[in-house]
């Protein structure tokens, strides 16, 4: 029991010594700070303890509301007065060209995907009519001809689908950057015409 008396007595002493000799964090700060190398000339560094107190500050955001007077004068002084009627018309404008080349392209995009489904339901038939006969392909040499170019049309249809598609994207994108929402954003309109 008297061990554990000392063991506490020590222990309180050590905390005692280290709290008096501890040094605050705002001292070591300034300490640090204090020997801490300036910042180059081209290069300017703000900190509350050089933050300048005497002239303006060049602040982003919207002017101070005591401000907001002087500002609105001087803009109003340099820029011409656009009426809210002209500009909702121009962009009206615009949305309706937006929206019609956008109506354009989906209906490329539904024209190409509507063939390639029609080569790809023809070259199934084809195919299954030669796998209920295999002696289609062996007896009719233009079979094998005729199969390589329905496929390769397939492929290149393929691709000119997927370009369709891509600047279809680019399209929404481009449109959406200018401030065109469009209502309806998935490509089918919602419905699987696929299905």
Not at 22 to 39: C, I, M, N, T, V
Not at 54 to 72: E, H, Q, T
Not at 80 to 85: G, I, K, L, R, S
Not at 141 to 146: A, F, L, M, S, Y
């Amino acid at each position: 029991m008297k061990h554990m008396k000392r063991v506490a007595i020590a222990t309180l002493l050590l905390l005692g010594v280290s709290g008096a000799a501890a040094q605050s964090l705002g001292d070591y700060a300034r300490a640090a700070r204090k020997h801490k190398p300036e910042p180059s000339s081209t290069s300017r560094h703000f900190d509350n303890d050089n933050l300048p107190t005497d002239g303006n500050l060049s602040v982003v955001g919207p002017p101070p509301a005591g401000d907001a007077g002087n500002a609105n004068s001087a803009q109003a002084a340099t820029a011409p007065a656009v009426a809210p009627a002209a500009a909702a018309a121009e962009r009206q404008k615009t949305a309706d060209e937006w929206k019609t080349k956008l109506d354009q392209q989906k209906q490329k995009v539904d024209s190409l995907n509507h063939e390639l489904n029609l080569d790809q339901r023809e070259l199934r038939l084809r195919t299954a009519a030669a796998y209920t006969d295999p002696t289609v392909s062996a007896r009719d040499v233009q079979w094998n001809k005729e199969d390589a170019r329905y496929r390769s049309d397939i492929e290149e249809k393929q691709k000119a689908l997927d370009a369709a598609r891509q600047e279809f994207d680019e399209m929404q994108e481009q449109a959406r950057k200018a401030g065109i929402v469009e209502k309806d954003n998935d490509k089918d309109g919602g419905k699987d015409k696929d299905k």
